[in-house]
Nanobody
Framework: QVQLVESGGGLVQPGGSLRLSCGVS????????LAWYRQRPGKERELVAR???????QYADSVKGRFNISRGKAHDTVFLQMSNLNAEDTGIYYC??????????WGQGTQVTVSS
């Protein structure tokens, strides 16, 4: 069984920063990509950022220039550095791992609330 555990969420003021972390553990799998998704209140889950093997990264337009996704040295950890946060960034942030056979695995999510 593959487990993903996110951490680092919380309450932050507009303009502030947070760093989310996600660790992948359990059955070892070959991953082709790690990603962060979010579900904002009343909206569907959406891709925030993805990093593929080889380093290719992709960001949602709404977070470009403010968020940065990176992987740990062991490649079983993924981070999301979020800066200049605003109220539209409020939501539950989920970590996703995609295996090399196309299966995806999800964490339980971490709440990010941007409010003064």
């Amino acid at each position: 069984q593959v487990q993903l555990v996110e951490s680092g969420g919380g309450l932050v003021q507009p303009g502030g920063s947070l760093r989310l972390s996600c660790g992948v553990s359990g059955r070892r799998i070959s991953m082709t990509a790690l990603a962060w998704y979010r579900q904002r209140p009343g909206k569907e889950r959406e891709l925030v950022a993805r990093i593929r093997n080889g380093g290719n990264v992709q960001y949602a337009d709404s977070v470009k220039g403010r968020f940065n996704i990176s992987r740990g040295k062991a490649h079983d950890t993924v981070f999301l550095q979020m800066s200049n946060l605003n109220a539209e960034d409020t939501g539950i942030y989920y970590c996703q791992a995609v295996s090399n056979w196309g299966a995806d695995f999800w964490g339980q999510g971490t709440q990010v609330t941007v409010s003064s």
